[in-house]
């Protein structure tokens, strides 16, 4: 098929056919449900060996999956020790994975656009349904099997999820995170809640019901009510079911609650011992032992605990010195039937495993292969350590490498642990010093602005504004100045020079947009790109300097939502006075430094979205790439009028960053991949 579609199109015999055959090549892959690869532009991968993985799951006792935000499925056949990527799911943003002990070769994974079902352990899926799945369970012999979707309710299936039908009536919020079942078939869902716990907890649906019933006020007919009803996660054995609770903001009130199923109910542990630890972010079955009496809790700042007593009393099987990952958020436990390893998932900062779970202290070591990374930022010192990298990561923190990305070293020390976010943070902005190896800040989402010290600890600037929601952090060309933009109201762009931090730009102009990326051209001038308007500029940067850019209206361009940039890149040999932008109303231009902006008229594959999520320039005479949310990435030899298909990326491009002689492509879920010098 694909090689009289090559024939028909190569005897066009012109460019346009050859970048027509790419688009196509792509769109026919998609339709046949093949992995995606990568074209001559995509020529490898930067990972520090992380990722957001929710859900663990084990098949045997060697096999077991994890889902992941942004970076699909994985698999691994060795206990946890090393993974790999089950490449034929097309999904990226997968939530939980599950399969009947009577089938384990048939996989229910529920990702961000549906659910997907295997027959042979992964090696090919069909799409069951096409909205959102949060959590899926499936009955033991197979039938029935639930799902829950976001704003819809939970619905069921008894034919394998060829039909489903609604069965949400009696539940009171439509966010189900957890399902389980007992051994008798009957259901139990956990819910979200606000922080009030006004609503959500704990609901029943017996075998072959309708309707579910709470299970808040006193579970199996008991006295005792469930103490919160933010609702993280389910886990049960053949006489007990646990409700891991949070209530999303870090305060710790969470605990893990314990109901016999037969007897008074909910009970609420008095103490750490006892299940009331700090925030349960997870609750899994430990089939470690055997004993099928085992569990394992996993907390939001002191790692995962185990019961061995059916969850009346836990001790703490996470070691290691305070900041380290197996301390931090664990999202998700994995054991295996009869196996002493299990596996955490560390909130952002991917797996970990131990070889014997019931060792005391249990010792923990970093799993392999998992290249999965969420990152938000990369950066360098431009002159001085040009090889010296620092990522910043989704929930993570920060990890920096003195080999252009080649291998990777943890750098978390200082980090503070306070607020909603994770323990290690999201590092959404990290900046460099151009001529200075010692300088290095990093914006932590809620939890600030930090400098390393020593090279090795972070020290808080307790002098920067506070924000919640940082966006970007440059220094200028000099190294004379830093900037720091933010979304917060009242925000805006600051910046840092001999120490003093000064408001340069107003947190908010006409809509209370707020402040996004920073760019500086080699000619001097400033942009700051904002949310749902106009980039504002500055020759110099100075307070009261600051102006919208002008731009020309666009033929056919409608709409209700303004115009706003996502990224500026200045054309190599221009002196900044040539500039192109990615914007919500395709690419832009500009022939005089940034002051006025048109809308460029190109053409491209059919594949090509028009609106780029990132484009930069390479080196001197080297193509200018754009990139899109989808993973797709192009060139133009001439300033983008016409654009080739470069290749596919694993995950979702977030923006492109030209460092060290190398084009980078940032992407949610697949690490940093390398961009060749050349179009393909």
Known sequence: MLCSLQNGLLALGDRAARWTLAALVLVTLAVLGMPGFALAGVTGTLSAQTGEVRDLVAVDATTMYAATQ????????????????????????????TFAAAAPNTLYVATSIGLFVSTNGGANWTQRSFDAVRAVAVAAAGSPLLIGVPGAGIYRSNDGGATFADVSAGLDSADARAIVFDAAGNAYAGLFSNSSGNWG??????????SWLSWNAAGAGGANALGHRYVTGLAINASVLLAATADGTGSGVGKVFRNTLAGAGWNSPPDANAGAIYDIESVALDRSDGSGHSFLAGTRAFGVWRSTDDGQTWVQKSSGPAGSEVLQTTIAIGTLPGSPNAVIAQSGAGLFYTTSIGSQPATWQSAGGLAADRVLSVTNHASVAPATYYMGLQGAGVRKSTNAGGAWTRLLAGFSTGGPEPLLGSAVAVAAHPTDASAVSVALRAT????????????RDTGAPSALSPQDLQFD???????????????????????TWTQVVPGAWAGSVGANRIFQSSAGPLFVMMFDDLPQRSASGAPGTWSPVNIAAAANDYGFMRIAFAAISEKPGSAGAVLVAATNRGLYRSGDGGQNWYRATISGPAAMHSVFSAVQYGAASSPLWAADRSGGLYCSGNDGDSWVAAGQANAAIVTLRYQNGQLLALTDGGGIATVGASCP
């Open 201 to 210: 907890g704990v609901f029943r649906l017996a075998l072959g019901a309708t």
């Open 70 to 97: 942004g970076g699909g499925l994985w698999k691994s056949t060795n206990a946890g020790a090393t993974w790999s990527k089950v490449a034929s799911l097309p999904a990226r943003y997968v939530w939980k994975v």
């Open 448 to 459: 600030g602005l930090y400098s390393l010290s020593g090279g090795a600890t972070w020290v």
């Open 477 to 499: 060309g000099a190294g004379a100045s830093l900037f720091y933009s933010m979304f917060n109201p009242g925000g805006g762009v600051w910046k840092r020079s001999g120490g």
